[in-house]
């Protein structure tokens, strides 16, 4: 493998690093202290109306303990997906489903680094919708190529050659999440910029044309920037 898919190899893994570092610290810091004094409030409530101070007390203390064990679980789920190798696996799986070999490896590789030291080249920002509890995201954009990480997937690269026409959509999303007994549903829209692929005519349900590839934003200011980089960069 080249010098330059390795380095970027090396640089995608440490930006994992820290994805990870601030996930887990929004966890501690804000997830897991507000769990805790919501369950210990409930939980204290239900034993002063028990009938006793003592008893309040302890069912508080129970609600603490259960806070705990609770932002535990999903912390200890979470890990697994927030590992560095998840990102080079990634990327690995990305561009093996492009079909690129090592020349185009070397030159996706180059472009990145490239897009990554250019402020006119990517754009940063922080995913706040449903599930997403505002962890960074990124869209790098070179001549051939359209990059974002930290979205769904976590990794999502276009190559640029592949794509007949480049188009701005939005979708009316709905989404459900467990907590315990608690079932929260959520309805959104999304955002997307769809990559209409060579060769690619599959139909939905209404007879309209699919996208082949797509990226997705919580937010239209968002996606609209993050269009108007992909139109400037790939123009020249």
């Known amino acids: 493998m080249g010098t330059y898919f390795n380095e970027w190899l090396e640089q995608e893994k440490k930006w994992m690093s820290d994805y990870r570092r601030r996930a887990v610290g929004m966890m501690t810091k804000?997830?897991?202290?507000?769990?805790?004094?919501?369950?210990a409030v409930l939980?204290?409530?239900?034993?002063?109306?028990?009938?006793?101070?003592?008893?309040?007390?302890?069912?508080?203390?129970?609600g603490v303990v259960v806070g705990l064990f609770i932002t535990g679980v999903i912390l200890?789920?979470?890990?697994?997906?927030?590992?560095?190798?998840?990102?080079e696996k990634g990327i690995r799986k990305a561009v093996k489903q492009i079909g690129m070999d090592e020349r185009e490896k070397e030159e996706l590789a180059r472009e990145m680094l490239e897009a990554a030291r250019e402020a006119g080249s990517h754009m940063d920002f922080q995913m706040t919708?449903?599930?997403?509890?505002?962890?960074?995201a990124s869209v790098l954009v070179s001549p051939h190529y359209v990059y974002m990480r930290g979205g769904q997937p976590l990794v999502n690269l276009v190559r640029l050659?592949?794509?007949e026409e480049i188009?701005?959509?939005?979708?009316?999303?709905?989404?459900?999440?467990s907590n315990g007994r608690r079932r929260t549903i959520y309805r959104f829209t999304l955002y997307t910029i769809g990559f209409y692929l060579k060769g690619i005519t599959q139909t939905g349900a209404k007879g309209e044309r699919l996208y082949?590839?797509?990226?997705?934003f919580f937010s239209r200011q968002l996606r609209d920037e993050a269009y108007e980089l992909i139109r400037r960069r790939s123009h020249g």
């Open 167 to 177: 188009r701005r959509d939005e979708e009316q999303k709905t989404m459900t999440q």
């Open 129 to 136: 919708g449903p599930g997403s509890n505002g962890t960074p």
């Open 30 to 39: 804000k997830v897991l202290p507000a769990t805790v004094i919501i369950l």
């Open 76 to 87: 200890l789920l979470m890990l697994p997906g927030l590992r560095s190798g998840r990102m």
């Open 43 to 62: 939980f204290g409530l239900m034993g002063f109306m028990g009938g006793s101070t003592e008893e309040a007390i302890m069912m508080a203390v129970s």
């Open 212 to 216: 082949g590839a797509a990226m997705g």
């Open 161 to 163: 050659a592949d794509c």
